[in-house]
């Protein structure tokens, strides 16, 4: 049989999805691995795309998106990022962000070019590098408390990087960057003429202070150079549903539009409609979902602190980046025992690159009742490595 395409054969497939692929459907298993959250899309969200059915709103629609929800993101962008972005030119609504994160790739690269991402990475990343073509280069930020600093950027630039990906609320650990250090990395990426796809999906659950982790596309000079996804899938519980979207000048979303068109012809007509409502009249979802995860942050981290476990202090999203190095096991060996022997599911730091071994992504989008049991579960499980005292 001849080859099949190398740049597919080298990718691998998602260590989260993998991990979860060992969790059988009858075990009781708690799950605390995917990046989704326990509770429901939001009335009128759902209401709306019951509505769509009803009305057989259920054709293609134009191939980048309803001009309706067009509109409706271009409003909602120009307050968010406070920016214009024209929604007949420069917004593609996409099959969640993982088909924006795709599309770019695809878009942006050439075979050879360098795709520069700090490690740890969200898998998505790696593998959508390694189909378009393109080689992964990892910037190792565990030693910058695990964010990407113009120094490590200038140092992993050659003439063979096109862009730079990041991702602030970040997954795994949650870290996110001040407008000052996103201004940092925004005059090396100016000076070195590269592109930067800022993954901007967990930006409205944000801890502290904030109501928003700010985003590299809003400093100066930066617009023409940057492409920026986002979507509904967790600030609106709507994982299900496959909406993102991609912002983008109109030059490099013209080009993507020939992408999408071909991959997937457009997203659903009726999660779009649902979409509109999402971030019209259920827009205050997101700051309704802070305090929730907020209490389970807490939970999590008291408990972590009481076991003596290191992580990183999450600022936003819902993951936390637990340091196991400690265990003296590899992260993978550690989560396969931990899921065997006390049916605790934990994400393996190397799904997020070989330079996350030593953590593991524990996800608090769970209730607090799952939580408490997980904990009781892990401490179990150290104790019994007598890492936790009896
Ligand atoms: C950083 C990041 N980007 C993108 C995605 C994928 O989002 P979607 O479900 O909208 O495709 C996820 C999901 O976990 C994520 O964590």
Redesign the pocket.
Same mark, same amino acid.
């Given at each position: 049989m001849k080859n099949i395409n190398k740049y597919v054969e080298e990718a691998q497939q998602s260590g989260?999805r993998h991990i979860s692929d060992f969790v059988d459907d009858t075990s009781d298993v708690i799950q605390l691995t995917?990046?989704?959250i326990d509770l429901p899309t939001p009335e009128k969200t759902k209401l709306a795309g019951i509505n769509a059915i009803k009305k057989n709103f259920t054709k293609y629609t134009s191939n980048a998106g309803t001009l309706e929800l067009r509109k409706v993101i271009s409003t909602f962008v120009s307050k968010h990022y406070g920016m214009a972005y024209d929604y007949k030119n420069e917004i593609t609504v996409?099959?969640?962000?993982?088909?924006?994160?795709d599309l770019t790739l695809r878009t942006l690269c050439n075979a050879g070019d360098e795709i520069i991402m700090a490690s740890p990475a @969200?898998p998505? @990343?790696i593998t959508s590098t390694k189909i378009a073509g393109a080689k992964p280069i990892f910037i190792d930020t565990s030693k910058t408390d695990f964010k990407l600093t113009p120094e490590l950027l200038k140092s992993a630039i050659t003439s063979k990087t096109k862009a730079v990906i990041l991702?602030y609320p970040?997954?795994?650990t949650g870290t996110i960057l001040s407008v000052d250090e996103l201004a940092g990395l925004a005059e090396v990426i100016k000076k070195n003429d590269l592109y930067v796809i800022t993954?901007d999906? @967990?930006d409205l659950l944000v801890y502290g202070s904030i109501k928003q982790s700010p985003s590299i596309v809003t400093l100066p000079g930066m617009k023409e150079r940057t492409v920026v996804?986002n979507?509904?899938?967790?600030s609106h519980s709507?994982?299900g549903w496959?909406?993102?979207y991609v912002l983008a000048p109109e030059s490099i979303s013209q080009e993507m539009f020939k992408v999408h068109q071909t991959n997937v012809g457009g997203a659903s007509s009726i999660s779009q409609a649902a979409a509109i409502a999402a971030m019209t009249e259920d827009s205050d979802n997101p700051a309704k979902l802070v305090p929730i995860f907020a209490k389970r942050k807490k939970f999590i981290t008291d408990y972590l602190d009481k076991l003596n476990v290191p992580f990183v202090n999450p600022e936003g999203?819902f993951y936390i980046f637990a340091d196991i190095h400690s265990f003296k096991m590899s992260s993978w060996d550690f989560s396969i025992w931990l899921l065997k022997t006390y049916k605790l599911a934990v994400v393996p730091g190397t799904a997020f690159s070989e330079y996350a071994e030593g953590y593991i992504r524990i996800s608090y989008a769970a209730d607090l009742a799952t939580l408490k049991e997980a904990m009781s579960r892990l401490e179990s499980a150290l104790k019994s490595l007598k890492i936790v005292n009896e």
């Open positions: 989260i995917v990046g989704e996409t099959v969640g962000v993982s088909e924006g994160i @969200y998505a @990343y991702n970040n997954n795994p993954d999906v @967990y996804l979507g509904l899938s967790k709507m994982t496959r909406i993102g999203a």
